[in-house]
C-alpha cells in the first residue's frame, strides 16, 4: 500500500465519526418532529371542535333571547342555522378520542347536546311571549349551560394535554441539545485519536529513513533503515 493510500485510509475513522453523528442527528430530529405532529393529530382537532361547538350553542342561545324579545323569526332561523353545525363538530370530536377520560367527556356532551335539543324544540312550541321566557329561564338555560360546560370539560382536557406535551417536547428537545453536543465531542474525540494514530503508523517509515540518512550525514556509516 502506498503512502498516499496510508494517508487516505487515516482519514476513514473521522468520516466514519461525522457519518454516525449526521445519523444520529437525523432520527434524534425525526422523533422531535413525530412528537409534534403527535400534539396537533391528537389534540388540536379536539380543541377545534369544542370551541366550535361552544360557538354554536352560544348562538342557539342568542337565537332563544331573540325569541324571548320577541324578534321570533329572527331567533328561529339562526338557531336552525346552528343545528347542522353542531352536529358536524359534535361527530368529529366523537372519532377523535385520544386523551383518559375523554371519552365519558364526549358522552356526556352528546347527552346534554340532545337534552337541549329537546328542550329547545318544546321552548319553540310556545307562542305567548310570557310563557316563552318563563320555559326558557326554566329549562333552556340550565340545559344550555349543561352543554357548555360538557364542551369545556373537554376543551380544557384536551388543552391540558397540549400542555403536557409540550413540556415533555421541551424537554426532549433540551435532551436532544445535551445528546448532540456529547455526540460531536465523542465523535470529533474518537476521529481525531483514531486519524493521529493511524497518520503515525503511517509516517513512522519516513521517520525512521529520515533519521537513517541524517545519521549517514553524520558519518555513521553502519546506519541503516529498517522499516516493518
Same mark, same amino acid.
Given at each position: ?8 485510509? +487515516? ?11 449526521? @445519523?444520529?442527528?437525523?432520527? $434524534?430530529? @425525526? ?17 377545534? @371542535?369544542? =370551541? ?9 342561545? *342568542?337565537? +332563544? ?14 338557531? !336552525?342555522? =346552528?343545528? &347542522? $353545525? ?15 377520560? %375523554?371519552?365519558?367527556? $364526549?358522552?356526556?356532551?352528546? !347527552? ?5 335539543? $329537546? ?18 329561564? !326554566? ?6 349551560? %349543561? ?35 456529547? *455526540?460531536?465531542? @465523542? !465523535? ?16 513512522? &517509515?519516513? *521517520? ?14 553502519? +546506519?541503516? +533503515?529498517?522499516?516493518?
Amino acid at each position: 500500500m502506498t503512502l498516499r493510500s496510508r494517508l487516505l485510509l +487515516a482519514q476513514a475513522p473521522l468520516v466514519l465519526a461525522l457519518l454516525l453523528l449526521g @445519523a444520529l442527528a437525523v432520527i $434524534t430530529l @425525526a422523533r422531535v418532529g413525530r412528537s409534534g405532529q403527535q400534539v396537533l393529530e391528537d389534540n388540536y382537532r379536539s380543541v377545534l @371542535a369544542t =370551541q366550535r361547538i361552544t360557538e354554536q350553542l352560544e348562538r342557539m342561545d *342568542s337565537a +332563544a333571547l331573540f325569541i324571548v324579545a320577541g324578534e321570533r323569526e329572527r331567533g328561529v332561523a339562526q338557531q !336552525a342555522s =346552528q343545528r &347542522p $353545525t353542531l352536529e358536524s363538530e359534535l361527530a368529529i370530536q366523537q372519532g377523535n378520542i385520544t386523551e383518559p377520560g %375523554e371519552a365519558d367527556a $364526549t358522552r356526556r356532551l352528546h !347527552a346534554a347536546w340532545g337534552k337541549y335539543q $329537546t328542550a329547545f324544540d318544546a321552548f319553540l312550541q310556545e307562542r305567548d311571549p310570557e310563557a316563552s321566557r318563563a320555559r326558557y329561564f !326554566a329549562s333552556l338555560s340550565p340545559a344550555f349551560q %349543561e352543554a357548555k360546560a360538557a364542551a369545556s370539560a373537554i376543551l380544557a382536557l384536551n388543552q391540558d394535554a397540549m400542555v403536557r406535551k409540550s413540556d415533555r417536547l421541551r424537554h426532549q428537545s433540551e435532551q436532544v441539545n445535551t445528546l448532540m453536543a456529547l *455526540s460531536v465531542m @465523542a !465523535a470529533l474525540g474518537f476521529g481525531l485519536f483514531f486519524t493521529t494514530s493511524l497518520v503515525q503508523r503511517a509516517l513512522r &517509515p519516513v *521517520s525512521v529513513l529520515s533519521q537513517a540518512v541524517r545519521r549517514l550525514g553524520q558519518g555513521d556509516g553502519e +546506519a541503516r +533503515a529498517v522499516v516493518e
